[in-house]
């Protein structure tokens, strides 16, 4: 049935094509039942009435760690992000436990002398992801850990796979190393794998891996709709990869131009026992969001990644737009896209204005 929106179309104008528009001397009123702006009339009516809302428990804080002892350095290509040696990714991990920030996601910046063809310290049960997971674990109990599951911070050609002679990233053989990996970083005390590799098959083969080593506690959160981006680029730096990646990601990571196959791969992540499915990069891709949400009715998360940070940064300290707003602005448009959470670099600085407001 059509829904009706008060009377027809006619009555609604309000005045009679042709005879002289008394409304617009402020005489006579418009005949409109329905104002619109009456519900935005003031602030308590807009919160009144407001569908979406961004609250901290809507956050998952991505944080680069790296080798060293009370350090902190830029990224230059994210203002305000550093990568964080292990004792100030705790203390980063604490601020964040007291903004109420369910979960932190680590990423390693691997120091180039450990990198391989093969990732070889990916496997390495003391590899600094691993010392950061027990660090925070052990300081920080309460807050969610979630790591990614590729090889790209830990291969010499920065791909997520491996990678043969002819240049293809080998399917099979590299779902054999992520089950490892993903068993390390498990045993360490990660919370929920996220594995963004995008191979075929990964996440049954984790979930299996987990459950027969006891893990069956810890959550699967698929990176299952990633696309094949440009607006990595300044993760890519941030860990150290952006230099050293031969060719690109398109025999693994999705075509932009396709919607019904983010739906396919959202499936089979499912079918093989994702607890969370995660649409990559975000604002871009929020078309895709709303169909996987409403299809599958999955708790969905999506990436709002480095270069969409990187974008509203460079132009709010440019002075081109408010950079706080459109912050708000593009969390606020996740939520209503169907997300029930957002990964952000602007995690804590949402967290702390959302605090400053109550
Ligand atoms: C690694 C990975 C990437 C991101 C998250 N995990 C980069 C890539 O796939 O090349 C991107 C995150 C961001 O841009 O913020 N597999």
């Known amino acids: 049935m059509a829904i009706k929106f008060g009377r027809p179309l006619q009555q609604n104008i309000g005045f009679v094509p042709g005879e002289p528009d008394s409304s617009l001397t402020g005489h006579t009123p418009l005949d409109l039942p329905t104002r619109m702006r009456r519900n935005r009339r003031s602030e308590w009516a807009r919160r009144l009435v407001r569908e979406n809302v961004v609250t901290a428990d809507d956050l998952i804080w991505p944080i680069f760690v790296m080798d060293g002892d009370n350090k902190r350095a830029a990224v230059a290509s994210m203002p305000g992000v550093e990568r964080l040696s292990v004792d100030q990714a705790v203390r980063e991990a604490e ?73 293809v990233i080998m399917n099979d053989e590299t779902v054999a190393v992520l089950v490892k990996q993903a068993l390390v970083q498990a045993q360490a005390g990660c919370d929920i794998i996220a594995p963004s590799d995008m ?135 996740f939520k209503r896209a169907g997300c029930d959470g957002i990964l952000t670099y602007f995690a804590p600085r949402v967290a702390e204005k959302l605090r400053s407001e109550k």
């Open 95 to 167: 601020r964040a436990a007291k903004l109420a920030i369910p979960c932190i996601a680590l990423f390693p910046y691997t120091d180039p002398s450990l990198r391989d063809p093969t990732g070889s310290e990916a496997l390495n049960d003391n590899n600094l992801v691993c010392r950061a997971i027990r660090a925070i674990k052990k300081e920080v109990p309460d807050i969610g850990i979630l790591c990614d599951v590729a090889l790209d911070p830990f291969t010499s050609h920065g791909h997520d796979g491996l990678l043969r002679d002819d240049g």
């Open 199 to 333: 191979m075929d098959g990964r996440v049954g083969a984790i979930r299996r891996a987990l459950d027969e080593s006891s893990l069956t506690d810890v959550s699967i959160m698929a990176y299952a709709a990633k696309y094949a981006s440009a607006f990595y680029g300044p993760f890519r730096d941030a860990v150290g990869s952006s230099k050293t990646l031969h060719g690109d990601k398109r025999t693994y990571q999705m075509d932009p131009g396709n919607t019904d196959e983010a739906l396919r791969e959202v499936a089979l992540d499912i079918e093989e026992g994702a607890d969370m499915i995660m649409v990559k990069p975000g604002l871009p891709y929020l078309d895709i969001v709303a169909r996987v949400k409403e299809t599958f009715g999955m708790p969905t998360f999506a990436y709002q990644v480095s270069g969409e940070y990187a974008m509203i940064m460079a132009a709010a300290n440019n002075g081109w737009l408010d950079g706080e707003r459109a912050m708000m602005e593009s969390l606020t448009s």
